[in-house]
């Protein structure tokens, strides 16, 4: 087949006469030429006129009340704004629209944007991500306006998003209920009975205020669903009419006051049982997920890993523990565990065991990843809040002890039960541990009144513990501090090297005591 030429190709006749038609309009005179274009072609008007004084005013100036406007006197949206400042929310990102414009007009001009401050965003999706990151790293919930059904649907990802990360976000949907006050066309589109319908399966509660008292109780009631553990977002149904009605002469409204809800705790049955378990194991393992809310929160998860010895595995749904700290493990860690305690684990199934995807003829195999003996324990708030649809929950994983509790709300009760525990000195196969016995002085000055009932250390003795060491960097000479009345004898916490000074050495010491009581400190000896 012939090739194509890339071109077209060009008559030699047909160029000749071009040639000759374009020297002979060359050859006219210019004054005719001017001639002959002003006759051809109009004069062309300017694109843009310049603004007259009139509408230079309009565009720049304020415009003025309307004589007719539905609003007279004080809307109901300043009653609401009174209400949101009362629970210091700080910012309000979202999406302006028509279906809240009551309420965002309050915002600025009544309430003078602070507390909440309005943030202008692009998307509803992006104003709940805001506000879902916000309170990851401050611990404060915002809320975000969305408009209608649209506008709610645009934000429904992120609020599922929220959902399963269990983050409180307080939603508020414009939505123009009334039927013969609305206005016609896209507004009655975006408009529903029921627009709380379209993320009711992934919030912890929604409501459909028809009285600024509703909306008072049900604001304050909101923020109160979704700031209890586990936390969650809420949604509410805010009407149009509602906002820019005018509030009635002589209505006697109230504010609500906010008292914070108490978390769940555990039994204290199964806070004993799980110590019992953790004080006797020889490699516990903790692994966190949505454990350390606060800076306290992590400081709380170092003490109990540093008490128990125990490896921490770091999930990654919060910041828990320390990346550095030295009982920081991988998840391959639960292997050689005997007992595990999984704090707010979004998904404890695979945790402890793994599924291989198109395994033996292309179906997927589940295998156990942990000891067929080991223990497990579980703290999760997350077991109070299940619902049907949405498969978040995961999958199910039998456990020995289950607290559906709020972690930091039994983190004090379970610190003082594992100290009691601890003060029996189990034995445990520590790394640097050589299981020597040896003998330390406990005097009266001790703060443990569980070491008097254990019948293993009583005080103003001596007793006898499993300490010791053949890890060279805990080989360390120390003693108990003893009051004044206390014998002057030493006590050798490992016989192992004569002397240090490493303050490391000594810490590992202290943990290869499996704890001693809290008071007791350990000093080098030269």
């Known amino acids: 087949m012939a090739r194509k030429r890339p071109h ?29 274009t ?44 009174d209400v949101i400042k009362t629970l210091n929310i700080k910012y309000l990102p979202s999406n302006p ?56 649907q645009h934000a429904a990802m992120a ?38 319908a379209l993320v009711r399966d992934f919030t912890k509660w ?14 304050v009631r909101a923020y109160k669903i ?6 969650g977002p809420v949604a509410i149904s805010l009407d149009a009419g509602l906002q820019q009605e005018p509030m009635r002469n002589g209505e006697k409204l109230y504010i609500p006051r ?28 903790i692994v966190a997920d949505r454990a350390a809310r606060s800076e306290n929160g992590v400081r709380l998860l170092v003490e109990l890993a540093e008490l128990l010895q125990a490896q921490v595995i770091d999930q990654g749904g919060r910041m828990n523990f320390p990346n550095t700290h030295y009982l920081r493990r991988p998840p391959t860690a639960v292997g050689n565990a005997d007992v595990i305690l999984g704090l707010e684990l979004t998904d404890f199934w695979a945790t402890v065991n793994a599924y291989i995807d198109n395994g033996e003829h292309g179906i997927g195999i589940n295998t156990s990843r942990i000891k067929p003996e080991t223990k497990l324990i579980s703290i999760n708030a997350s077991e109070l809040l299940t619902k049907a649809n949405y498969q978040d929950f995961q999958r199910f994983q039998s456990v020995d002890v289950s607290m559906p509790a709020d972690k930091g709300a039994i983190a004090p009760g379970k610190r003082r039960r594992w100290h009691g525990m601890r003060a029996r000195f189990p034995r445990r196969a520590c790394p640097w541990k050589s299981g020597r016995r040896s003998r330390i002085w406990i005097g009266r000055w001790c703060r443990y009144p569980a070491l008097a009932s254990t ?61 001693p009581p809290h008071g007791t400190r350990f000093r080098s000896w030269p």
């Open 8 to 36: 077209p190709e060009v008559s030699r006749r047909k160029f000749l006469a071009g040639v000759a038609v374009a020297g002979a309009a060359s050859a006219v005179p210019p004054a005719q030429a001017a001639t002959t």
């Open 38 to 81: 002003s006759t051809s072609a109009a004069p062309r008007r300017p694109s843009a006129l310049p603004p007259t004084m009139h509408v230079a005013a309009a565009e720049s100036g304020t415009p003025k009340e309307l004589s007719g406007a539905r609003i007279g006197g004080v809307p109901g949206s300043d009653f609401m704004v």
């Open 97 to 152: 629209a028509s279906s809240f414009r009551g309420i965002h007009e309050s915002l600025i001009n009544y309430g003078g944007n602070k507390m909440p401050e309005f943030l202008t965003c692009a998307h509803e999706e992006s104003a709940v991500g805001m506000a879902h990151g916000y309170f990851k790293v401050t611990g404060k919930p915002l809320m975000t306006l969305c408009h209608g059904t649209v506008g709610l």
């Open 159 to 196: 609020v599922y998003n929220a959902w399963c990360d269990r983050v409180p976000v307080i939603i508020v949907g414009g939505n123009d209920l009334d039927a013969a006050h609305r206005p016609p066309g896209v507004p009655t589109i975006h408009s529903a009975q029921d627009i709380n």
């Open 206 to 219: 929604d409501d459909t205020p028809v009285s600024l008292q509703h909306f008072a109780q049900s604001f």
């Open 226 to 231: 979704a700031m209890t553990p586990p936390y």
């Open 258 to 285: 906010y008292v914070p809800t108490s978390p769940p705790q555990g039994d204290t049955g199964a806070v004993k049982e799980a110590a019992r378990l953790l004080a006797n194991a020889q490699n516990p393992v």
């Open 455 to 515: 019948g293993l250390i009583g005080c103003g003795r001596w007793r006898s513990i499993t300490v010791g060491s053949a890890h060279p960097a805990a080989m360390a000479w120390a003693t108990a501090r003893r009051p004044r009345s206390a014998p002057r004898s030493r006590t050798a916490i490992s016989a192992a090297s004569p002397s240090t000074s490493n303050p490391t050495a000594i810490s590992c010491m202290r943990r290869a005591c499996c704890g």
